[in-house]
């Protein structure tokens, strides 16, 4: 998606997960925190921060209950007129549960 902000403008609005990706978190953006995260629907996830490099990278890991946990890996690319945030989940299992889970997930963000 591409948001009409410079990238430190983005990176704040980014940041802020609960205006954009969860209902309520208590995860502190530092690289090794582990905080808990709830979506809309009052799914929980577990998360782990990996990366943070202010107005560039955020990296977490995030999973529920026992499930494996994925990589989410948000990058800020400048652009003309703003500031493209590119949005990546990966580690998914292979095979359809996979992809109709991660589906419907993907129904809950935003466009």
Partial sequence: MELPLDADEAWEAVTELEEWLVDD????????????????????????????????????????????????????VPAIGGTVVRVVESGFAPGPMAMASALSRLALVPA
Avoid: Y
């Avoid at 978190?25 to 782990?48: C, F, H, K, M, N």
């Fill in 25 to 76: 978190s208590d995860l502190a953006l530092e690289p090794g925190e582990e905080g808990t995260l709830r979506l809309p629907g009052g799914e929980e996830r577990r998360a782990v921060v990996e990366e943070v490099s202010p107005s560039e990278r955020l990296t977490f890991w995030w999973w529920s209950g026992e499930a494996p946990a994925t990589r989410v890996e948000l990058t800020l």
